[in-house]
């Protein structure tokens, strides 16, 4: 049963990998024995991945602006090169949240928003399964919903849009590469304490 969970030698994309859950997905992963490429808009990545080096983990990033379409495309093929030209895993982890009255929520927020979000998890989820499909070895895609996927949140309807869409394309992906060996799922975390979520932090 331990080897159906075994991830030696895998070659793994991380979204997100510089810090919050993202990072502890990317440092689970390495401390079980794979190869992990942080991808990050800031210097945050390349910090986390020096330090993960420092450890003895086989660890490697990448600085890519997310909203940015030949961004995110260039990042994607330095990480494939990185992990020497194949990807078992893709984690789409990388998000970011912006608050206001859902009447005053500005129209930059919004496509911020949801550009990091949802589209970056649609293209580099595309990038990945045409490399997977190509080496005919399957893979795997794990997305970051949310549960504000399904109940909505306050103040947050960008954010809870973009979750939305994160549940319902993972439906549509995994439908149509199941054929192809790629397994495509979405986990939905609940409030973590994450800077993300500092706002909302109590004071013990």
Request: proline share 1%; with cysteine; glycine share 12%.
């Amino acid at each position: 049963m331990a080897d159906l969970f075994d991830v030696r030698q895998k070659k793994v994309m991380v979204t997100g990998g510089g810090g919050g859950l993202g990072g502890g997905v990317a440092e689970g992963l390495l401390e079980a024995g794979a190869e992990v490429v942080l991808i990050g808009s800031s210097d945050r990545a390349a910090l986390a991945a020096e330090a993960f080096r420092s450890r003895g983990l086989n660890a490697h990033s990448v600085r890519a602006d997310l909203r940015v379409q030949e961004e995110l495309n260039r990042g994607f093929d330095e990480a494939l090169c990185a992990l020497g030209g194949e990807v078992d895993v893709l984690i789409n982890a990388a998000g970011i949240l912006r608050r206001c009255r859902s009447e005053e929520f500005s129209f930059e927020d919004w496509n911020d928003v949801l550009n990091v979000n949802l589209t970056a998890t649609f293209l580099l989820s595309q990038l990945a399964a045409r490399s997977m499909i190509r080496r005919g070895k399957g893979g795997k895609i794990i997305n970051f919903a949310s549960l504000v996927s399904f109940f909505g949140g306050q103040t947050v309807p960008a954010y809870a849009a973009s979750k939305g869409g994160v549940a319902q394309l993972t439906k549509a992906l995994c439908n149509d590469w199941a054929r192809y060996g790629i397994n495509v799922n979405a986990i939905a975390p609940g409030y973590f304490d994450t800077e993300m979520n500092a706002s909302l932090a109590m004071d013990e």
